[in-house]
């Protein structure tokens, strides 16, 4: 099983694809996102991922309880669905110079589309592949239409029901397109890390017949870390300048050192997996001479019989091995040995 992005192969044999969400903290500010995507560079991320929508694409503007955010604990208490949108959303006429900015460094660069408008101003950008986020995974038109491009779909499924990511994961094929990546994720912000029931990973690929990755909203690595551990092909984070940045999204973005170490992290963890290997690795062969071994430890002549008291297992492992201490017992030396010599079948008389 695998899905190739722009010559890209995503699969349990590579390490997974680390994507940096830029989402709404560039603060409506070009330069400010530029730097996010040299950022990410830097860290050793290898793509970046836009948010393509306007306020009046994905919302209305209405004052009134149903378009107002009234959770008390969410970062966004108080502001309406609309003016939310309005501050958050990454203008359509900075995509291409963020795009080539990250393709300048060799990075993927792509984007969640939220209405078919989104759609067909990415084509005309040539994105590699669409994200669908975990807000529009019921949104089955949307995805049907991106399906309909050909391109790989990396689709975040938090929130979702079996039910509800069958169907998206039908609707993308029924359109042509088996080319997608699940990716497990908790839809809080941030989201605690006992939340994130990462053994889900393995089975959202297996019952799907998907890759499966991570979109991660924790604050912290290990997830992450952990996701490669369990097979994931690609990890999502956002990335924030500074966490005491005035933007959306901040409080659950990773800042550019702690993205370091999440690519350092997950690269290690993927090389870490290796393969099913009994025996020691070669690695360790030069180490086996300090295992035990039997050893004459007293200065004998020829013929004295070997007992507790002159011989021993100890380090290191050029004699006979433990497993032949009962064996020798009583048995008496061909030659005289000095304290010190290696046990060996050529220095015993014969039976």
């Known amino acids: 099983m695998k899905v190739v992005i722009a010559g890209r192969e995503l699969g349990p044999a590579q390490p997974p694809l680390i994507i940096a969400e830029l989402s709404a903290n560039h603060g409506q500010q070009l330069e400010r996102a530029l730097a996010l995507v040299d950022a990410a560079a830097a860290a050793g991320a290898d793509a970046i991922k836009l948010q393509t929508y306007t306020a009046d694409s994905i919302t209305l503007d209405v004052d009134s309880p149903d378009f107002r955010i009234g959770e008390a604990n969410s970062l966004w208490a108080g502001e309406t669905l609309y003016q939310l949108y309005q501050r958050a959303a990454t203008p359509y006429e900075w995509h291409q110079p963020l795009f080539e900015r990250a393709r300048h460094h060799g990075m993927l660069a792509f984007s969640s589309p939220f209405d078919e408008a989104a759609i067909d101003f990415l084509e005309d950008l040539a994105v590699p592949c669409y994200k669908i986020a975990s807000f529009e995974l019921t949104h089955l038109p949307l995805i049907r239409a991106v399906a309909r491009t ?31 990546i699940l990716l497990k994720c908790t839809s809080s912000y941030p989201a605690a890390v006992s939340d994130s029931n990462l053994r889900t990973l393995p089975q959202l690929a297996a019952t799907f017949g998907c890759l499966a990755g991570l979109s991660d909203h924790t604050l912290g690595v290990g997830a992450a870390i952990a996701a490669t551990a369990l097979g994931a092909v690609a990890i999502e984070k956002h990335l924030v300048l500074s966490r005491s940045d005035d933007v959306a999204d901040a409080a659950f973005s990773l800042e550019p050192h702690e993205l370091a170490q999440l690519v350092r992290g997950c690269r290690d963890a993927h090389a870490a997996l290796g393969q099913v290997r009994f025996g020691g690795s070669s690695g360790e062969q030069a180490n086996k001479k300090y295992r035990r071994s039997i050893y004459i430890a007293a200065d004998l002549p020829a013929g004295a019989p070997l007992t507790p008291a002159n011989i021993k297992v100890v380090r290191p492992g050029f004699g006979l091995a433990p497993a032949h201490y009962e064996a020798v017992l009583g048995r008496r030396l061909r030659v005289a040995a000095s304290k010190g010599t290696a046990l060996s079948w050529e220095l015993l008389e014969p039976l």
């Open 150 to 180: 050909g391109k790989p779909i990396i689709m975040s499924t938090g929130m979702a029901s079996l039910a509800e990511i069958e169907a998206a994961v039908a609707c993308a094929r029924g359109a042509g397109n088996p080319q997608i």
